[in-house]
């Protein structure tokens, strides 16, 4: 009788130690948790004060202090832009009889464009991720690592040799001229190579010992297992043409040619100084595709963080 408190001394000691690491990890949780939240908000109110201004009046946007909630929304800034947008015809597909407001004239271009640019970037892209995940020819790795060495440079000093280059082909003022530079990416080529290399030898030569050539065991067999890293680097291609600003301004000059970035950016000025107000709804029309497009496809952007770590 006398030993028994000497035994459950250790199991209730073990309770209480086991309780206090519980508190101590709910404490802890709970600081990150409001460390997380802290920061979300942060990095959320810029896009929240964005779309407050949209619907803000105009002669209260410059107002100090500023009004977090504005006591009178309207949507007057939205009508305002489109009809300082003016109206304008389609100049694509033969298509220039339809006209309509601008604002949704550069929004199809902008579409347009960032289709066109993601489909043709994807299709080259897992092509040259093909070639130097699976083919061995003289100097493949060389020309992979000077691919690579392109990420270096920035997109500001070959601006002016892109531009030469495109007033040599006469492609200057036409959508040609946005897409050719965006035919193929470095990131893009990087992130298919990693993924292609780790696909097993013996499905392509089951495929040949089948008879297929090489395109269709590329297009039977490689590019149903890649499409998950098609996915990543389409959505990737989609999200910077959607937002590209600085090469169609520099190629495009005719207002009906516009995409929606460089269009807004010649309407939020008067003669009174910065309209803020068409600048912040223009600003939020141009950003609610891309707002529902991540929400859409959020489990892929995830993805994307982990494709390029994969050891071939």
């Not at 036409?174 to 893009?188: C, H, N, R, W």
């Not at 290399?197 to 590019?223: C, H, Y």
């Amino acid at each position: 009788m006398a030993s028994e408190p000497a035994i459950e001394q250790p199991a209730v000691l073990g309770r209480t130690q086991s309780a206090g690491r519980t508190l101590g990890d709910r404490f802890w949780q709970i600081v990150i948790l409001a460390i997380l939240i802290l920061s979300a908000m942060v990095s959320l109110f810029p896009l929240y004060w964005l779309f407050v201004t949209a619907i803000t009046p105009a002669s209260a946007t410059v107002k100090l202090p500023p009004e977090l909630i504005p006591t009178n929304p309207t949507l007057d800034n939205i009508t305002n832009l489109i009809q300082v947008s003016g109206a304008g015809g389609l100049r694509v597909l033969g298509l220039e009889g339809i006209r309509m407001p601008r604002m949704l004239l550069w929004f199809v271009n902008t579409l347009l464009l960032a289709l066109v640019s993601t489909g043709v970037h994807v299709l080259f892209d897992t092509m040259a991720g093909y070639a130097f995940a699976k083919r061995k020819f003289p100097g493949s790795n060389l020309f992979f690592w000077m691919i690579l060495a392109a990420l270096m440079i920035p997109a500001q000093v070959t601006l002016v040799p892109l531009y030469l280059m495109i007033t040599q082909f006469r492609l200057v003022n036409t959508f040609a001229g946005v897409l050719l530079p965006g035919l193929a990416d470095v990131i893009g080529i990087f992130l298919l190579k990693q993924y292609i290399q780790t696909m097993p030898r013996e499905l392509e030569e089951a495929a040949r010992m089948d008879g297929a050539s090489e395109w269709k065991t590329f297009t039977n067999v490689i590019v149903p297992l890649a499409a998950p890293a098609m996915a990543v680097t389409a959505i990737f291609a989609f999200q910077r043409y959607w937002n590209s600003f600085l090469w169609p301004l520099v190629v495009l000059q005719n207002p009906d040619l516009f995409t929606l970035q460089v269009g807004l950016s010649y309407l939020y000025n008067s003669e009174f100084g910065t309209n803020y107000g068409l600048l912040m709804s223009g600003a939020a029309l141009a950003s609610i595709p891309m707002i529902i497009f991540f929400f859409s496809f959020q489990r892929y952007f995830m993805q994307g963080l982990r494709v390029g770590a994969v050891k071939g």
